[in-house]
């Protein structure tokens, strides 16, 4: 979906131009707002178009706050309240479990590309059978806060936006019917989280930040406020002097989080930012900035709340394809970059990080350089017996000096299962040519 930098101007200056366009659009705003923009709208919102004139103004208010005045108080002082930190999470999670193997890994190898899409068909749906059961009626995906440092300290469920936006993400890449229901779920789930003007956040004493709105934009596309590009105005404006995108969004009467969260530059933020908000003049900075940290080979350690390179490169893959033709010269720099990262039995790393690295070769058309049906194998072989893949690292702030209480990580069954399920989807295209 293109995203004009203003679509809500261009529409006006359409209706300016054109008087039959404005009939269309008094009339039938929702028909003529899509094929003037060549999108598609989400059904179950209403779409109003009011003309002024010069007897006549309108006042737009914006929509009332989810949140009681009250609320909106406790979450501004609550960084500084470990009572509030707590009310911010949600039941104490069970402890990790072991790893599984599949019994039948051991075999697969030797079974004929076709043969192998089969079982990697299977896998996918086994792996969706385990979401069905762990996404929440609502679509809220979970994942599990824990300590990298001390596991003694408790691990704590949380469904932030985000997590969901990130797993829809994965299955879209999936035209299973289950797929697509979680995905249908997941939507309204982010429908209902999101904040005008289109912005979420991951906890509510924190603010909206970019990482957040960028994913859930994403998923969200079709929205009238993200297709109408309600919040690219308030995103554009939280770039330092670089150009770059800065993580969290500070305005009045939003949480005060401390000046260490203000100042961070993340790639892996800035990759999903461009990859919602397109190749335009204002997201060249951050691109050019991208570019020069994969050249000069300073991806490693360089993001703050995602600790290794193929999630970097999975996020800036991504970009690429969403954001053509901005990032497609560094299609054979990320293909260097992600092949340099294998190991002696090719593989990136644990089952997670060879899920991403997958999906992005595949973005950058790169899978031809990777044995798919190893990488498949390798893909199907940790699946336990219930369908799921094991709980591993995702993203979390590593780089915090607070000790071992501030070492804290982020990572579910269901969050490794969905980007399993999405490379798996991505090798079948291959196995299956």
């Keep these: 979906m293109k995203k004009p930098i203003d679509a809500e101007a261009r529409i006006a200056s359409r209706a300016e131009a054109d008087s039959g366009f404005r009939e269309r659009l008094l009339a039938e705003p929702r028909a003529a707002i899509e094929q003037e923009l060549g999108v598609t709208l989400a059904e179950g919102h209403e779409i109003q178009v009011h003309e002024e004139t010069d007897a006549v103004t309108h006042l737009v208010l914006p929509p009332k706050s989810k949140r009681s005045e009250e609320e909106r108080e406790a979450a501004r002082t609550g960084v500084a309240s470990l009572e509030f930190l707590k009310r911010t999470m949600h039941d104490p999670a069970p402890p990790i479990r072991p790893p599984g193997v599949n019994p039948a890994a051991a075999s697969l ?19 969706l059978e385990f979401l069905e059961s762990t996404v929440a009626e609502n679509g809220a995906w979970h994942c599990i806060r824990f ?13 932030p936006a985000f997590i969901s936006a990130m797993c829809a993400l994965a299955l879209e890449r999936s035209d299973e019917e289950r797929a697509r229901a979680l995905c249908a779920r997941t939507r309204a789930y982010l429908v209902d989280t999101m904040e005008h003007p289109g912005l979420w956040r991951y906890y509510r004493h924190l603010p909206p930040d970019l990482d957040s709105t960028a994913m859930c ?3 969200l596309a079709s929205h009238p406020w993200i297709a109408l590009g309600r919040n690219v105005a308030p995103m554009l404006a939280n770039r330092d002097e670089q150009g770059r995108f800065m993580t969290w969004m500070h305005g009045e009467g939003e949480p005060d989080v401390v000046a260490e969260f203000r100042i961070e530059a993340d790639p892996v933020v800035n990759a999903n930012v461009i990859a919602h908000l397109g190749d335009r003049p204002e997201t060249r900075d951050a691109s050019t900035w991208l570019e020069a940290m994969i050249a000069e080979d300073k991806l490693e350690g360089a993001s703050k709340w995602y600790p290794d390179r193929v999630t970097a490169y999975y996020a800036i893959a991504r970009a690429l394809v969403r954001a053509r033709p901005a990032l497609d010269h560094l299609r054979p720099a990320l293909l260097d970059g992600i092949l340099a990262l294998r190991d002696n039995q090719g593989e990136f790393g644990n089952v997670l990080l060879t899920a991403q690295a997958v999906s992005a070769l595949a973005d950058i058309e790169g899978l031809d350089r990777i044995d798919a049906k190893r990488a498949t194998v390798a893909l199907i072989a940790p699946q336990r017996e219930d369908g799921s893949w094991p709980e591993l690292l995702a993203f979390g702030d590593q780089a915090l000096k607070w000790g071992v209480v501030g070492q804290f990580a982020h990572g579910s069954e269901s969050v490794t299962s969905a980007f399993c399920i999405e490379a798996l989807e991505r090798l079948a295209d291959v196995l299956n040519a």
């Design 109 to 127: 190898s030797s079974l004929a590309s076709g043969a192998l899409a089969k079982e990697g068909r299977n896998s996918i749906r086994r792996g």
């Design 147 to 159: 300590n990298v440092a001390d596991p003694k300290i408790p691990r704590h469920f949380e469904r």
């Design 217 to 219: 934009s994403l998923v």
